[in-house]
């Protein structure tokens, strides 16, 4: 099967500029979340998609980061205006459930995308 | 708030030895345990999973969950250069609507 498809894999912006990132998912996946990666820390997650529906968004600086999932497939993450510190590798990443186990969700990230804020 | 505890590392281990990586969680609702391998400029990617108390094989590789200590290890047996990558541990908190919370990883290096 394909896989979680992102892009763009680099984007280099001034601070106070906005970027977007898309993602598509894999086939079938009811599940998307947005993670941000900054270096040498594990992944944070940003927002959490059931279809179309935010599950969790707790971590969303919703004052610069909003997302969106159009009819429950592809997602994007927009910052606006970015600063300094959102310089990361924003991952997208997809589920389904795993049957037969205590529901434990099985992500499969995408390549991610790489913003640098100067 | 949840948290997942690991070393940082560097852990250094000769080629053909055994490697093990360790993790800690805060939360005794944790329903189940994720290992993800992160090579350098990569995405994560899964290597194995567990949910219930004891060891779990897959090759070289044996996840260990003990929830009464809320500890959760990894296992890699016969470690080869190719291992070399940051492993992260990532706990699920919420059954089938929760999402996994990571931790800053472990920097594993096996040398020649």
């Known amino acids: 099967e394909a896989g979680v498809a992102q892009s763009p894999r680099y984007k280099i912006i001034e601070k106070r500029q906005s970027v977007a990132f898309w993602c598509n998912p894999i086939?079938?996946?009811?599940?998307l979340y947005w993670y941000q990666q900054i270096l040498g820390q594990g992944p944070k997650l940003l927002i959490q998609?059931?279809?179309?529906?935010?599950?969790?968004d707790s971590q969303l600086p919703k004052d610069r980061f909003s997302a969106e999932r159009l009819k429950g497939v592809d997602s994007t993450l927009k910052i606006q205006p970015a600063k300094l510190e959102d310089s990361a590798v924003y991952l997208c990443?997809?589920?389904?459930?795993?049957?037969?186990?205590?529901?434990?969700?099985?992500?499969?990230f995408g390549a991610g995308s790489r913003l640098t804020v100067l | 708030q949840k948290e997942v505890e690991q070393n940082s590392g560097p852990l250094s281990v000769p080629e053909g030895a055994i490697a093990s990586l360790n993790c800690t969680y805060s939360?005794?609702?944790?329903?189940?345990f994720f290992w993800y391998r992160q090579y350098s400029g990569k995405s994560p990617e899964l290597i194995m999973f567990?949910?219930?108390?004891g060891d779990k094989e897959d090759g070289r590789f044996t996840a260990q969950l003990n929830k009464a200590s809320q500890y959760v290890s990894l296992l890699i047996r016969d470690s080869q250069p190719s291992d070399s990558a940051t492993y992260l541990c990532?706990?699920?908190?919420?059954?089938?609507?929760?999402?996994?919370?990571f931790g800053k990883g472990t920097k594993l290096s096996v040398k020649p």
């Open positions: 567990i949910y219930s108390n």
């Open positions: 086939s079938g996946h009811a599940t």
């Open positions: 939360d005794r609702g944790s329903q189940s």
């Open positions: 990443a997809s589920s389904s459930v795993f049957r037969g186990s205590s529901g434990a969700n099985v992500l499969t």
């Open positions: 990532a706990v699920n908190y919420g059954g089938s609507q929760g999402n996994l919370i």
């Open positions: 998609f059931q279809n179309n529906g935010v599950v969790d």
